[in-house]
């Protein structure tokens, strides 16, 4: 069964605020409640300092160090295995989609963000999200 | 040369279209005789960006937005007094030149180029590559009848300085 989107705690991270609002708005249409934003990549490392995020929304490129370098050092520290990282991203090449998913990507959006393709591919993100929490629960069991 | 920028017009429309209408709700149409640069009026908000390759070609590009069109996107995703601050205007502008930059990019670099794409910055109405004698220039209206008025809602204005390898 798939994660209960009012259950899980998410970040969205893009520096244009636009884009912010139109990922909020189409994971509200989801059923998501609980979403924080960051527009960099050090307010986002201080957000998830500060609280346990189940899906981090991230952009390829941001001011200062990119949401890619970000995702992989999170990916790199086995604390995070559990976080499913989205990048959401005008990068819309393979070799690009290919580095992401190397690097741990769960998932890899293009924008334009267009809700029938957001809203697929979160459903698959749940899934992932679900399966996680399994081999967690069967590991402290 | 002609069929680049015959696909690089393709790839800006299709973009456009796909950004206003399927991301930001906001009906936008592609519209005929696009042969005259972008406006130069008080109430347009610019966004420029650079396409570059190491060994110095570039495309640069001017997205010329009527700021209504900016401000009814606005308004639509910030109810309230922060929809009619200017800062959220150039945002959407920076974002959308960002998204059409990236695809216009995408499609270059499939066949051998490799272009890097700038920030894409708000700037002024001379960051226009429009008096290139072989500069593209595409207009959008919000309908067709607004459209067959000439009335633009926004003007992608794209200039090439080499010609790049390959169709896309």
């Known amino acids: ?141 | 040369m002609g069929d680049m920028k015959d696909d690089i017009a393709q790839v800006v429309e299709t973009t456009v279209v796909e950004t206003f209408s399927g991301m930001l709700g906001q009906t936008i149409v592609a519209a005929a005789g696009g042969e005259s640069a972008a406006p130069t009026a008080k109430d347009f908000i610019y966004a420029c960006l650079l396409l570059d390759q190491e060994q110095g070609a570039s495309a640069s590009f001017c997205f010329s937005f009527d700021d209504a069109l900016l401000a009814r996107t606005a308004a639509a995703f910030y109810p309230g007094p922060q929809g009619a601050d200017k800062s959220v205007r150039e945002d959407i502008a920076c974002a959308v030149a960002n998204i059409v930059g990236s695809k216009v990019k995408s499609c270059l670099n499939k066949y051998g180029n490799n272009y890097e794409m700038a920030v894409p910055f708000v700037g002024e109405p001379c960051c226009l590559p429009a008096t290139r004698p072989d500069a593209i220039h595409l207009h959008f209206s919000c309908d067709a009848a607004s459209a067959a008025r000439g009335e633009d809602a926004l003007v992608v204005d794209v200039a090439l300085d080499a010609i790049p390898a390959g169709n896309c």
């Open chain 1, 1 to 141: 069964m798939p994660a209960n989107p009012p259950d899980l705690n998410v970040l969205v991270i893009d520096d244009h605020m636009i884009i912010r609002q139109v990922v909020e708005q189409n994971l509200r249409s989801l059923g998501f409640t609980q979403i924080d934003t960051a527009s960099n990549a050090a307010e986002a490392a201080e957000r998830m300092q500060d609280k346990r995020y189940d899906i981090v929304f991230i952009d390829w490129i941001l001011p200062g160090k990119s949401g890619y370098a970000l995702m992989k050092e999170y990916r790199e520290d086995r604390d995070h295995d559990d976080v499913a990282f989205v990048m959401v991203t005008s990068e819309s090449d393979e070799r690009h989609m290919i580095e992401a998913l190397k690097a741990g990507a769960t998932s890899y959006i293009t924008k334009p963000v267009l809700t029938p393709v957001f809203a697929e591919k979160v459903k698959k993100v749940l899934d992932w999200v679900a399966k996680r929490a399994e081999k967690a629960g069967a590991r402290s069991a």
